[in-house]
């Protein structure tokens, strides 16, 4: 069945990509972004192209009242924009950390407040939240205000999903770990500028080194795993809470479950110090 889907963040990536495969699915797709010159390649293939910026009231309004004049309705939302903002919690101002939370946590409730009036006057919907396998786990990689926001999106999707039930929305996570995207390039980028003159530069050079190695064709997922996801979602009655998706993902939330903190913390240490080396 031919849905309408609005995706955020689908300039580049796994949004760009997937927003891609489900027009060839003769799919109706609006992809948001702000700048809008950057989906011209969407456009091209047949889908649409919204002037979006999530953390921007007016923005997200116009967004949802363009798909909505046009198409009459909104099958799908799919939050995907988000960004990690990289560094040691002393080397990040509030201001900084404050726009994370609006981008990865307010932005995607921002979206899903606009367009939840309509799903539920339709009686169904679906509202797909990308988080990571960092909203489960900590990682010795400096990521502490980029984990948190990833944390809180892990609960308030949990909590909007039991609130919206009643009303046929199901509310979805998808947690990928270790997919290629150019996500790892820019952090490695943001490490390194933070970390310059303060005690933590030394250890974040080592780090950057380390998941420069680590971002290859051979250590990570194609973003084709995202988008076998974001079709099974679709293509399922009633979609499961949550999609796992990566190299070694599932591996990983595993080993979290299983083991205490304390040797937790001692295992994330020891892989990352072998990553440096390696």
């Known amino acids: 069945m031919k849905k309408v889907i609005i995706i ?5 990536g796994m949004g760009k990509d997937t927003a891609l495969q489900l027009i060839q699915k003769s799919h109706i797709v609006y992809g948001g972004a702000r700048r809008k010159e950057k989906m011209e390649e969407l456009v091209q293939a047949g889908g649409h192209a919204l002037a979006l910026d999530v953390t921007d009231q007016a923005s997200v309004a116009a967004a949802v009242e ?16 988000g960004y990690s903002l990289t560094g040691a919690m002393e080397t990040i101002s509030y201001e900084e950390a404050k726009r994370q939370f609006d981008v990865n946590l307010f932005g995607v409730a921002e979206m899903s407040k606009a367009v939840l ?13 990308t988080s990571s396998i960092g909203g489960k786990m900590h990682m010795p990689l ?5 984990l948190a926001s990833k944390f809180a999106l892990e609960g308030w999707s949990d909590a909007l999903r039991m609130e919206l039930e009643p009303y046929g929305i199901d509310v979805v996570l998808i947690e990928p770990g270790g997919v290629a995207t150019e996500f790892m390039e820019v952090m490695s980028r ?3 500028d933070k970390a310059k003159g303060t005690a933590y530069e030394e250890e974040t050079a080592r780090i950057a080194k380390g998941m420069a190695k680590m971002n290859t064709p051979k250590n990570m997922s194609p973003t084709s795993v995202v988008t076998d996801a974001v079709l099974k979602i679709l293509d399922a ?9 990566g190299k070694n ?13 304390r040797r937790y913390d001692k295992l994330m240490r020891s892989m990352t110090n072998s990553m440096m080396k390696g």
């Open 190 to 192: 943001d490490f390194l």
């Open 249 to 261: 993902a599932k591996m990983m939330l595993f080993m979290r479950s299983m083991l205490s903190d």
């Open 66 to 81: 363009q798909v909505l004049r046009e198409q009459n309705r909104i099958d799908v939302l799919w939050n995907n924009a």
């Open 117 to 129: 009036p309509t799903m539920r006057k339709q009686g169904t919907g679906t509202i797909i939240n």
């Open 8 to 12: 955020t963040g689908a300039s580049s």
């Open 237 to 245: 009655k009633k979609p499961k809470t949550r999609y796992v998706v």
């Open 142 to 146: 400096m990521q502490s205000w980029y």
